[in-house]
């Protein structure tokens, strides 16, 4: 019960700390000697800086990744690849692949917008006893060349 009551007050400190630095940065302190005054970390101040010039939390990575993966896939539209096999032929760099989760919210857009088709089928790489779900991706039928 004390913590709903406590919720509005935090809230309301968290926004007085944010009016506070915009205003000292718009007098032109230099950003961290204002976390040094606010006594918070350098991070939560480029984060502030961030929310100012209305930047987006996320990088949209889709302009960028769609027409590479419509190439490839028009390349082979009868063949169907994993996403960690995308990540592979497309070439991305370290930032951009990972596992191949930096993928995946591009081709669940492209599957959205009607140009890819995906299935789940067991993928079993080693020849091993324990079989695993993989999302497959394919060019979707109306887009074949």
């Not at 994993?82 to 596992?99: A, F, Q, S």
């Amino acid at each position: 019960m004390t913590q709903t009551r406590g919720l509005p007050a935090m809230r309301s400190h968290k926004r007085a700390r944010f009016e506070e630095f915009h205003a000292l940065y718009q007098q032109g302190m230099d950003p961290y000697q204002i976390a040094d005054r606010l006594h918070v970390s350098d991070r939560t101040i480029w984060r502030y800086l961030r929310d100012l010039e209305g930047r987006p939390r996320r990088k949209d990575r889709y302009p960028r990744l769609k027409p590479r993966i419509m190439r490839h896939l028009m390349c082979y539209p009868q063949s169907w690849f994993t996403c960690v096999e995308l990540v592979r032929v497309l070439n991305l760099d370290y930032y951009e692949r990972g596992d191949g989760s930096s993928l995946k919210p591009t081709l669940r857009r492209m599957e959205k917008e009607g140009l890819i088709v995906s299935e789940k089928r067991p993928y079993n790489s080693r020849g091993y006893h324990v079989t695993r779900l993989v999302t497959w991706y394919r060019l979707a039928p109306g887009r074949q060349p």
